[in-house]
């Protein structure tokens, strides 16, 4: 099945810096990579997603990246502010509807 | 406001109970999940209904019972738990388009459930 790997486990970045989340995924026949945040004591919600078909995608301080080849899509988040705090999941999606999540990120914005 | 709805918040049960969590969704959505996640760990798949048909069953063992009664609802039947079965239950619904789930998943809040 998927197996899907996430790095760092934790951030911790300074309030207007760059943050860079990595993650690789096994199966080529994954085709849908979202990106979920969760506050503490939250429900996941989506932030952003990219499909198989495009390279990159940007929604204002927030960017994804895929590289089919290599199997491994990144997030960036610029100029970090204190609320995007919290874990991040990265996910590879079969057509099938299996979602598989890597382990998650703890992201710290120090103000 | 979550378009997502589940009830209960939270549930305590003992191993001998039989206990239903609901989901229930108005977004037209014909594909519904079950998830689980334990404390600092992402959310693992259960059960998969596309168009109100169960479609994936993770190996998930048969004291959970899922049903989808219409394609709004979602129930997860609980029957002789385990105290490691505690757990937060998330329930999540997402567009099925031409038969793919290429779509982000709604996530409602969970049900906080403790098996004592």
């Known amino acids: 099945g998927e197996n899907v790997e996430q790095h760092p486990s934790t951030l911790s970045v300074q309030e207007g810096d760059s943050a860079v989340i990595k993650c690789t995924y096994s199966?080529?026949?994954?085709?849908?990579f979202p990106w979920y945040k969760q506050e503490l004591g939250k429900r996941p919600q989506l932030i952003i997603d990219?499909?198989?078909?495009?390279g990159e995608k940007k929604d204002q301080r927030i960017a994804v990246t895929l590289n089919k080849t290599a199997k491994h899509f990144s997030l960036h988040i610029t100029e970090t502010q204190p609320e995007d705090s919290a874990v991040y999941f990265c996910?590879?999606?079969?057509?099938?509807?299996?979602?598989?999540f890597g382990d998650g990120t703890t992201l710290t914005v120090k103000p | 406001d979550t378009e997502v709805t589940q009830t209960p918040k939270h549930l305590v049960m003992g191993m001998t109970n039989k206990k239903s969590l609901k989901c229930e969704q108005h977004?037209?959505?014909?594909?519904m999940y079950w998830y689980k996640q334990k404390a600092k760990k992402p959310p693992e798949l259960m059960f998969v209904?596309?168009?109100?048909?169960?479609?994936i069953n993770e190996s998930v063992p048969s004291r959970f019972s899922p049903e989808c009664p219409n394609s709004s609802l979602l129930n997860l039947h609980l029957h002789a738990l385990q105290p490691e079965d505690s757990a937060l239950y998330l329930c999540?619904?997402?567009?099925?388009?031409?038969?793919?789930?290429?779509?982000?998943?709604?996530f409602g809040n969970g049900t906080r459930l403790t098996v004592t």
């Open positions: 999540a619904s997402s567009q099925v388009d031409m038969g793919f789930h290429n779509s982000p998943l709604h």
């Open positions: 199966d080529s026949a994954s085709n849908y």
């Open positions: 990219i499909r198989s078909n495009v």
């Open positions: 996910a590879a999606s079969s057509r099938a509807g299996k979602s598989t």
């Open positions: 977004m037209g959505h014909r594909a």
């Open positions: 209904y596309s168009y109100e048909k169960l479609s």
